[in-house]
């Protein structure tokens, strides 16, 4: 068994214990609401901790054939109780039959994919489900780049587009609006879905809610989340569906990296063994600082810093902090909160290495469950 100190940096490390408490939330929500929830694999795929996952979640939501694959055989197998759900903004004929097979529910983005592909899935599998995104053109994303009912979006089907010819095809609609967003976000896209599409819910068995419900953050308003969900599911005598990624990972794990140098001009600038660009791409994508253990805002302590990350991009810099002690070469940083959207999001850029997957077990023993090498880099080009 590894002791922490004996772990090479960089690495992700997921407490599982942290992943627990998620779930449970997650579950009380599904007990309490009668909803179901699917674990988005776009923000977290780490599927050592499926195990754990399935005793609460009730399957997964995946982007198309990669992820319904692991979805199949890494969390549902052959379960009749766990779902995999495929959407894709757009199927391709070579991908479309294995999709078929390995998944419960299939998703279409627009009515002319459906019409497409309608038949053949369900020739292919009898029992699937089909459904139709919707994109009800309300959202209030903090940012754009994750605003699926932005202008001009490609995601989910409006009004206008809509095709009454869908509705032998399908038995239910999806909608995803929200990106870390609290449930008075949720109940203002609900009145604009229901105002718009409630003429169509009728033989509908299933609504699904999408992601981006903040729902294990501190603060979000759960019991809310419940009373919405009873009402919907009363109103309209369907199930409901939510597929959150985020709110599974959120908070339940660090990347850990270590300082090689500090230069200095104009300012000190800690080169760490890690990088915003490949590891953390949301910090510069999103775009937001992450926290790190023990420093505070810069400025704020007496020694100050900027983190930049071990690339040849000039960007590539996680921000200024500050602490009470000079940094050393060789001190460990803790980045906080760097389990969802990251290694499922993380690159090879400049060869560098990708930072191992660890799990902090619930009994405390640690597991590096995978180390990265050159041939992860050399593998994926030609
Ligand atoms: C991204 C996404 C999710 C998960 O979103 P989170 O913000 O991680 O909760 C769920 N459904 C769809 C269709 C998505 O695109």
């Not at 054939?65 to 052959?78: C, I, S, T």
């Not at 990624?245 to 230069?263: F, K, N, P, R």
Request: with cysteine.
């Amino acid at each position: 068994m590894k002791k922490i100190e004996e772990l090479k940096t960089p690495y992700y490390m997921c407490d599982e214990s942290l992943l627990r408490n998620n779930l449970k939330i997650l579950n009380y929500v599904q007990q309490e609401s009668g909803a179901k929830v699917i674990l988005a694999l776009k923000g977290f795929a780490m599927w050592s901790t499926f195990p754990l996952v399935k005793q609460y979640l009730k399957g997964c939501t995946s982007s198309g054939l990669h992820e319904a694959l692991l979805a199949r055989e890494e969390f549902a197998q052959d379960d009749k109780n766990l779902e995999v759900h495929t959407y894709s903004p757009a199927f391709k004929d070579e991908e479309i039959d294995e999709i078929a097979k390995i998944s419960d529910h299939i998703v279409f983005n627009s009515p002319s994919q459906l019409f497409k592909y309608s038949k053949r899935v369900k020739e292919i599998n009898p029992k699937i489900s089909l459904s139709l995104r919707i994109n009800p053109e309300q959202s209030s994303s903090p940012k754009d780049i994750y605003n699926p009912c932005g202008i001009y979006s490609r995601l989910g089907t409006t009004l206008a587009n809509f095709d009454e010819r869908v509705l032998e095809h399908i038995d239910g609609l999806n909608f995803h609006a929200l990106c870390e967003q609290d449930v008075d976000a949720l109940e203002d896209v609900l009145v604009a879905f229901e105002e718009k599409f409630s003429k169509y819910f009728k033989g509908m068995k299933y609504i699904n809610f999408g992601g981006g419900h903040h729902i294990t953050k501190k603060g979000y308003d759960v019991e809310k989340l419940i009373n919405l969900i009873k009402n919907f599911r009363a109103k309209y005598g369907v199930d409901v569906y939510l597929e959150p990624g985020e709110a599974v990972g959120w908070q339940t794990g660090v990347l850990v990296s270590t300082v090689l140098d500090i230069v200095h001009n104009g300012m000190d600038i800690a080169i760490l063994d890690t990088s915003a660009e490949a590891h953390m791409p949301d910090t510069l994508a999103m775009p937001y600082r992450a926290m790190v253990r023990g420093s505070g805002e810069a400025g704020e302590k007496k020694y100050r810093y900027r983190f930049g990350g071990n690339t040849c991009l000039a960007g590539d810099i996680m921000g200024d902090y500050s602490f009470d002690e000079p940094l050393q070469v060789g001190n460990k940083v803790i980045f906080e909160d760097q389990i969802h959207y990251t290694f499922v999001k993380n690159t090879t850029f400049n060869g560098i290495k990708l930072p191992s997957l660890v799990i902090l077990r619930e009994d405390k023993t640690l597991d590096v469950i995978k180390e990265f090498g050159y041939q992860d880099y050399r593998n994926r080009l030609s």
